[in-house]
T-cell receptor, first 113, second 112 residues
Framework: EAGVTQFPSHSVIEKGQTVTLRCDPISGHDNLYWYRRVMGKEIKFLLHFVKESKQDESGMPNNRFLAERTGGTYSTLKVQPAELEDSGVYFC???????????FGSGTRLTVV | AQSVTQLGSHVSVSEGALVLLRCNYSSSVPPYLFWYVQYPNQGLQLLLKYTSAATLVKGINGFEAEFKKSETSFHLTKPSAHMSDAAEYFCAVSDTGNQFYFGTGTSLTVIP
C-alpha cells in the first residue's frame, strides 16, 4: 500500500508570505494528524482530524495556521502570513486504529527567511 | 500532563556493541508507549509499541524495549549495533492514542 505522502518536501519562503503544505494519508485511514518539529526540539502535536472533522486542534500555535481536510481525504496546512519561528519540519501521520501506531510521512521542511 | 525525557541527545556505539537508548515518561494513566526511528531524508518509522500486553516488547530490526512501571521507563536496546542502525530515535507516550508526546530524540552514531 502507498504510504503517507507529503509535499513539497522542502519550502523556502520569505517572512510574510503564505505557504500551503499538503498531506495525502493512507487510503482508508480516517485519522489524520499534523505534527511539527522545530530544530532541536521535540516533535509537537498540532491537530487531529477524524475524517473531515477536526477532533482536536489544541496544538495549533495561533490563528495564522489553518488546516483543512477535504472530504476526509487529503489535508492541507496553510500558514499565512509566515513568521521566522514557523520554520521547522511538519509531519503528517495517519492511522485507522491507534493500537497499530501512526504511519508518518517524510515531512515538509519549511524555512522562513 | 504527559511528557517524555530522552537522556542523551547523541549516543555513539561501536559496531557490534550494545545499543541502549533511554526513555522516561510521565503519565497519569497507563500509557501507550512507542519508539520511532527516522533515517536521513525519510519519515518516522514505527520500531515497536507497548499497549499494556507483555512488558518486554520486540520490534523490527532486532530492537526491543522493556516497560518498567516502577521506574516509568521504556528503554530501547539492541544487543549488537549495525552500521545501518545510525539514525535518530524518538520515544513517544500517549494515553488516548490520539495525541502523542515525543521526546527530543536521540541521534545514534555507529562507529566501524
Amino acid at each position: 500500500e502507498a504510504g503517507v505522502t507529503q509535499f513539497p518536501s522542502h519550502s523556502v519562503i520569505e517572512k510574510g508570505q503564505t505557504v500551503t503544505l499538503r498531506c495525502d494519508p493512507i487510503s482508508g485511514h480516517d485519522n489524520l494528524y499534523w505534527y511539527r518539529r522545530v530544530m532541536g526540539k521535540e516533535i509537537k502535536f498540532l491537530l487531529h482530524f477524524v475524517k473531515e472533522s477536526k477532533q482536536d486542534e489544541s496544538g495549533m500555535p495561533n490563528n495564522r495556521f489553518l488546516a483543512e481536510r477535504t472530504g476526509g481525504t487529503y489535508s492541507t496546512l496553510k500558514v499565512q502570513p509566515a513568521e521566522l519561528e514557523d520554520s521547522g519540519v511538519y509531519f503528517c501521520a495517519s492511522s485507522q486504529d491507534m493500537t497499530f501506531g501512526y504511519t508518518f510521512g517524510s515531512g515538509t521542511r519549511l524555512t522562513v527567511v | 500532563a504527559q511528557s517524555v525525557t530522552q537522556l542523551g541527545s547523541h549516543v555513539s556505539v561501536s559496531e557490534g556493541a550494545l545499543v541502549l537508548l533511554r526513555c522516561n515518561y510521565s503519565s497519569s494513566v497507563p500509557p501507550y508507549l512507542f519508539w520511532y526511528v527516522q533515517y536521513p531524508n525519510q519519515g518516522l518509522q514505527l520500531l515497536l509499541k507497548y499497549t499494556s500486553a507483555a512488558t518486554l516488547v520486540k520490534g523490527i530490526n532486532g530492537f526491543e524495549a522493556e516497560f518498567k512501571k516502577s521506574e516509568t521507563s521504556f528503554h530501547l536496546t539492541k544487543p549488537s549495533a549495525h552500521m545501518s542502525d545510525a539514525a535518530e530515535y524518538f520515544c513517544a507516550v500517549s494515553d488516548t492514542g490520539n495525541q502523542f508526546y515525543f521526546g527530543t530524540g536521540t541521534s545514534l552514531t555507529v562507529i566501524p
